[in-house]
């Protein structure tokens, strides 16, 4: 299967056929539903998975012929992954608006070791965090970067509140003993 359709290309698909913008359109169409549907359960916000899913449109509109075996199922793939990409820059963004990453500071900032330890201790949350099972971590995600409340995650993802309580604890703990583990940042000239 191919996808898009370069600019005067001699040789690429005609509309009808299997490789054709027609038939991109039709299967992205009977697909959308679904692809919005699982990206509003990764985010927690349906406005956006729509606007996710557009751009995912827009993408594969203006790209060149790719070849693909399975057209829905790349499709349902390629949604999942611009999901996972926009919950990753919101994360970026709100961490960057709270201050979790370094700032330019004047001289009276900050001491260079305890940029150096803080660097080090959000390395620590962002391995734990990673290290959980998908679930928790999405779940850990809506509720401290998005902000969605426990009853709006147990709805949005099928699960009990509960569950959700659960789960967040999980990371929490996660994330609490991140902290606790011994790291020893070196310091030159130091002796162990």
């Known amino acids: 299967m191919m996808i898009g359709n370069p600019p005067d290309s001699q040789d690429s698909p005609q509309p009808d056929t299997p490789g054709g913008r027609a038939h991109f359109l039709q299967v992205f169409l009977s697909q959308r539903a679904q692809m919005e549907a699982l990206v509003n359960r990764r985010v927690g916000c349906r406005a956006t998975a729509a606007d996710l899913v557009q751009d995912l449109f827009l993408r594969f509109w203006r790209r060149p012929l790719v070849q693909v075996e399975e057209l829905s199922t790349y499709l349902l793939r ?19 608006n709270e201050g979790w990453l370094p700032e330019q500071r004047d001289n009276h900032g ?19 965090l990673r ?14 970067i998005h902000g969605r409340k426990y009853a709006d995650i147990a709805k949005a993802m099928g699960l009990s509140q509960s569950a959700v309580e659960k789960h967040m604890m999980r990371a929490l703990e996660a994330c ?17």
């Open 78 to 96: 390629c949604a999942g992954n611009i999901a996972i990409d926009h919950l990753r820059s919101e994360g970026a963004r709100v961490r960057s």
């Open 110 to 128: 900050c001491e260079p070791q305890a940029a150096l330890e803080a660097g080090n201790d959000l390395r620590h949350v962002e391995a734990a």
């Open 131 to 144: 290290s959980l099972p998908e679930r928790t971590r999405h779940i850990f995600l809506l509720n401290r």
């Open 176 to 192: 609490k003993a991140s902290l606790r583990e011994p790291s020893t940042p070196r310091t030159p000239g130091k002796a162990l």
